[in-house]
T-cell receptor, first 118, second 112 residues
């Protein structure tokens, strides 16, 4: 079946503009994650959605960042008033439900959106 | 807080040899540890998971070990091939279980 898809694959924007990044998870995966990856760095956790539960937003770096997930499927990450330090690859991943206990579920990643803020 | 350390220098290995990558963590021992492969311009791909009560896990030419005393996991690729060239990331869960923290990855280059 189809994997995780993200759009756009590349986004160049000017400082101060708003951007929206989209993620389509694997059908049936109730868990969805957003990460940010800067060159040569590990993945930085941003936000986590699990079913209808309130999202874990603890990784969002500032109030300029927000995300929503509609109908438990597609998710949009919005960055308002972009800054040059927001330039990075934004990765989305999904996994099967992790409801209580220890979850070993592997995460399936999309190809990422490369954001460049000029 | 928990930190993960992977060798930031690229590892150059001759084709056919065994490549060994290291993942060290600094704090509590996690319930499990995962290894992923990432190719340029793509998202990471899951390879193996090893639980805290497992010493070793194998999958084809891949082998992972987990030493909770040393706070270290080793990732081995035997009979390495140029197609194995990629960046390899290790990840382990925070207390919440669902949230993973990630190493920066080690770039592996297999030379023919």
């Amino acid at each position: 079946g189809a994997g995780v898809s993200q759009s756009p694959s590349n986004k160049v924007t000017e400082k101060g503009k708003d951007v929206e990044l989209r993620c389509d998870p694997i059908s049936g995966h109730t868990a969805l994650y957003w990460y940010r990856q800067s060159l040569g760095q590990g993945l930085e956790f941003l936000i986590y959605f699990q079913g209808n539960s309130a999202p874990d937003k603890s990784g969002l770096p500032s109030d300029r960042f927000s995300a929503e997930r509609t109908g438990g499927s597609v998710s949009t990450l919005t960055i308002q008033r972009t800054q040059q330090e927001d330039s990075a690859v934004y990765l989305c991943a999904s996994s099967l439900a992790s409801s209580g206990g220890v979850s070993y579920n592997e995460q399936f990643f999309g190809p990422g959106t490369r954001l460049t803020v000029l | 807080s928990q930190k993960i350390e992977q060798n930031s220098e690229a590892l150059n290995i001759q084709e056919g040899k065994t490549a060994t990558l290291t993942c060290n963590y600094t704090n509590y021992s996690p319930a499990y540890l995962q290894w992923y492969r990432q190719d340029p311009g793509r998202g990471p791909v899951f390879l193996l998971l090893i639980r805290e009560n497992e010493k070793e896990k194998r999958k084809e030419r891949l082998k992972v070990t987990f030493d909770t005393t040393l706070k270290q996991s080793l990732f081995h690729i035997t009979a390495s091939q140029p197609a194995d060239s990629a960046t390899y990331l290790c990840a382990l869960p925070l207390d919440s279980n669902y949230q993973l923290i990630w190493g920066a990855g080690t770039k592996l280059i297999i030379k023919p």
